[in-house]
Structure formats: C-alpha cells, structure tokens
C-alpha cells in the first residue's frame, strides 16, 4: 500500500506520523521530493526504546554543501538535544513532546558553516528518530540516524571512474583510537591482497576514498575489519553533482 501526503501536509499541515501496527508486521519508507524534482526514498523509522544517542556517520557544511537533520520526538516529554561534532564543537537544541524539527547543521552554530566536520552524535536522545539528509550540489540523499556500530563492516560497490566516485567515512565514537584494515575482493569474488590501513582518533572520523587508499582499479568491494566498534557510510555519486546516495 502507497499513498501520496502532499495534499493532506499541505492543507493539514501534518509534520510527521506515527503509525501503529496493530496486526501482524509491516515495513515501509518515505520518499522526499523538493520542488526542483529531486527526490531522495530512506526505509521507514522504527521508534527506539532504549537509544540515548544517534549517531551521525557523514555531515557536510560549507558554502556549496548542506547536512539538514530530521528529528521527531516520539515521547511524551520535552528533551534538550546535545549535537557534538567530530572538531569538538557542542550545541543543544529543544525538542517539545511529540515535536518535529528540520534545521541544518550550520543553523545550530549561528548560520556558521561547519566545514571541518565530518561526524558527529547526538546525546540525550532515547524516543528520538531521525533522518540524516546530504545536499550536494543540485543532488540529494538521506540516510536513517541510528546508534549501530560494528567491528565488521562491507563496502559492497566501489565506483571510481569518469563519471562516479565513492567515498568511505568512518566516525569512532569510543575513547580509544580505532585502526581499520581493508580486504580488496574483485567482482569475481577474487581476494585481490595487498594491504590498506586507516586510523580514527576517538571520537573523531576519517573520510576516504579508493583513491587514496591505493586500491586497484579492479576493486568492486571491500571488507573493513576494526580495532573497536565504529559507524561507517559509503557514499557515491557522479562528478557532475547530479547523483548522490549514501549508505
């Protein structure tokens, strides 16, 4: 079942929903359009129960590109949010019982774009979900916020040519430095050797690109093994700033 709410949040003024599964299971998404057409599809929220942080894998802010963060408060009580950044730079903002707030990650710090951050995590956040979406330039992509980090991550499509990059993002959200070994794999399931290694400080990230991993241009995939449990984003789009999509 699908259905269009442009109507209704137009004439309803409807700025989120909840909705109930009182039978069996469901899972669903949403898909954002902006007036230009440009749309972007992310998976339905399911409402944490014991989350008190969302962490933010990738952000983007300077003067060509935007992180805006989507946030709605699904308890019953006003909660003061604290967004620290990977530079260090902290900020709060309040969110009503039952509110829903879209901002950008420049408009927490005065309308100062944040140019050297990469990640970040919000504390204080148990009920919050939330959606991460990426501008860059006329293209646009949103991802999930979640808490999930893992010792063991895939990289399942790396793109490096004329037309498409990729890039990989690490956030360590622990207080010990995490170091990051790649497997290189080729589309035919080839162990292509070599070795590549990344470090994170904690509580900091490190965005990465096959290119300056040294990969081969054979690479189609990669297996990231870590010292200590981080969150990862694979990012790619094309050159010319019409495609982007992260995940």
Same mark, same amino acid.
């Given at each position: 079942?699908?259905?269009?709410?442009?109507?209704?949040?137009?004439?309803?003024?409807?700025?989120?929903?909840?909705?109930?599964?009182?039978?069996?299971?469901?899972?669903?998404?949403?898909?954002?359009?902006?007036?230009? /057409?440009?749309?972007?599809? +992310?998976?339905?929220?399911?409402?944490?129960? &014991?989350?008190?942080?969302?962490? !933010?894998?990738?952000?983007?802010?300077?003067?060509?590109?935007? +992180?805006? !963060?989507?946030?709605?408060?699904?308890?019953?009580?006003?909660?003061?949010?604290?967004?620290?950044?990977?530079?260090?730079?902290?900020?709060?903002?309040?969110?009503?019982?039952?509110?829903?707030?879209?901002?950008?990650?420049?408009?927490?710090?005065?309308?100062?774009?944040?140019?050297?951050?990469?990640?970040?995590?919000?504390?204080?956040?148990?009920?919050?979900?939330?959606?991460?979406?990426?501008?860059?330039? #006329?293209?646009?992509?949103?991802?999930?916020?979640?808490?999930?980090?893992?010792?063991?991550?895939?990289?399942?499509?790396?793109?490096?040519? &004329?037309?498409?990059?990729? #890039?990989?993002?690490?956030? /360590?959200?622990?207080?010990?430095?995490?170091?990051?070994?790649?497997?290189?794999?080729?589309?035919?399931? +080839?162990? !292509?050797?070599?070795?590549?290694?990344?470090?994170?400080?904690?509580?900091?990230?490190?965005?990465?690109?096959?290119?300056?991993?040294?990969?081969? #241009?054979?690479?189609?995939?990669?297996?990231?093994?870590?010292?200590?449990?981080?969150?990862?984003?694979?990012?790619?789009?094309?050159?010319? !700033?019409?495609?982007?999509?992260?995940?």
């Amino acid at each position: 079942y699908s259905t269009d709410m442009t109507a209704a949040v137009s004439t309803l003024l409807i700025a989120h929903l909840k909705l109930t599964v009182t039978s069996g299971s469901a899972v669903g998404y949403q898909r954002l359009v902006r007036l230009d /057409n440009h749309s972007v599809a +992310t998976s339905g929220l399911t409402v944490p129960t &014991d989350r008190e942080r969302l962490l !933010l894998p990738y952000v983007l802010s300077d003067a060509d590109d935007e +992180t805006r !963060l989507c946030l709605v408060n699904t308890t019953q009580d006003a909660k003061t949010l604290g967004l620290t950044l990977d530079t260090g730079n902290t900020t709060t903002t309040a969110l009503a019982a039952n509110a829903t707030a879209a901002f950008s990650i420049a408009s927490l710090f005065g309308n100062q774009p944040q140019s050297e951050a990469h990640a970040g995590a919000i504390a204080q956040a148990e009920g919050v979900v939330g959606t991460l979406v990426l501008q860059r330039g #006329s293209s646009v992509s949103a991802v999930p916020l979640a808490n999930t980090t893992s010792t063991q991550l895939s990289f399942p499509h790396l793109a490096q040519d &004329d037309v498409w990059w990729t #890039s990989m993002t690490f956030y /360590n959200p622990g207080a010990q430095e995490a170091t990051i070994d790649f497997a290189l794999y080729s589309a035919q399931g +080839t162990n !292509l050797g070599g070795s590549a290694q990344v470090s994170v400080p904690a509580g900091g990230s490190r965005v990465t690109t096959p290119l300056s991993l040294g990969f081969p #241009s054979d690479v189609a995939w990669a297996s990231a093994q870590a010292s200590q449990p981080v969150a990862g984003l694979l990012v790619f789009g094309s050159k010319d !700033l019409a495609s982007l999509d992260g995940y």
